[in-house]
């Protein structure tokens, strides 16, 4: 709530909380009769009315702020006490009358006509903040729905829907920014390309059902074989691709791949069996092995592939301009 937003409300409570005290005193004000006529006087019956108002609203002001302190609450709940006060005896003062003399103001405001003011303005007032309470309620649900949704929209646009890993679209961005930080570095950073060996089996064998079964838990388990700055995405089909950075030495990028062969040797339950899905992987660095995304996902993806190990061989890991 932007801070013109929160004193509009703050005033419009300081509003309805100064007319009710200030309407409950004024009808037990019009309790008292007398045998002469009574009247009140304008002026001062419009300042205790004023700082009635002025009252509730500095108590919200204090009691309201972001951070809550004992000492705002103990202030608003003082100048609550002195503006009920201040109010009560302003209000007095409107109905003054000297002893055996008739009083001044009544020919002011007619105590009927008053009463009657104060019911309607009362209710009034009780309707508006029922009725924009209520509005407040309907925009709080209407925005909460709109934030939903559109956390929604956005989750779909940007992650997989199968995995629920970053989408193609999204890898490319977090590669575009790997490379921008990595030339302000001066750093570099690699790309492990995946595919599943015998996925094509499983498959065709166990139906596509499990197949997709079987991506999202391989996407699952990848998850935890890499570090959590590591952005773990699909490719399409059984291809996945792990973009690692801040990697010290390219031994550093062979003993994550090897970890993951390592992690991915444990099997998965996937539908009530254990299934042990392997995968070769690929590596490409930068800037070795280029310097735009383009480069790193379409040139070398194929040239890393060409030089991936077998899971089964676990042969050395080694980067695309290798072979």
Request: net charge neutral; charged share 15%.
């Amino acid at each position: 709530m932007s801070d013109r937003l929160r004193h509009v409300w703050r005033f419009c409570g300081g509003v309805a909380l100064g007319i009710g005290i200030w309407s409950m005193h004024f009808i037990a004000m019009l309790a008292f009769s007398l045998p002469t006529p009574l009247g009140y006087d304008f002026a001062l019956t419009a300042w205790s009315l004023g700082l009635a108002i002025g009252a509730s609203y500095l108590a919200l002001y204090l009691t309201t702020r972001a951070q809550f302190m004992l000492w705002r609450l103990l202030a608003g709940g003082l100048m609550m006490g002195v503006g009920i006060a201040g109010m009560h005896y302003t209000g007095m003062a409107a109905a003054e009358f000297p002893a055996g003399t008739i009083c001044g103001a009544a020919n002011g405001l007619n105590a009927a006509w008053l009463a009657t003011s104060v019911i309607l303005f009362t209710f009034a007032i009780l309707i508006v903040t029922l009725m924009v309470s209520r509005f407040d309620a309907r925009t709080s649900i209407l925005v909460g729905a709109v934030s939903r949704l559109n956390g929604q929209i956005v989750r779909l646009a940007t992650t997989d829907t199968l995995t629920g890993l970053p989408n193609r679209s999204t890898l490319t961005d977090c590669i575009e920014r790997a490379i921008q930080s990595a030339r302000r570095q001066r750093s570099g950073f690699a790309i492990l390309f995946m595919d599943l060996d015998g996925f094509k089996t499983i498959n065709d064998s166990l139906g596509h059902s499990v197949g997709d079964e079987v991506l999202s838990a391989f996407a699952q388990r990848l998850l935890l074989c890499v570090r959590l700055s590591d952005t773990v995405a699909p490719l399409g089909g059984d291809e996945f691709v792990v973009l690692t950075e801040n990697l010290s030495s390219r031994a550093d990028v062979g003993a994550l791949a090897e970890g993951v062969l390592d992690c991915m040797r444990r099997g998965m339950w996937t539908d009530a069996q254990l299934l042990q899905v392997m995968p070769s992987i690929g590596i490409v660095l930068y800037p070795d092995d280029g310097d735009t995304v383009d480069t790193l996902l379409l040139k070398h993806a194929d040239a890393a592939r060409c030089t991936k190990p077998s899971a089964r061989a676990a042969a050395p890991i080694a980067s695309s301009n290798a072979a």
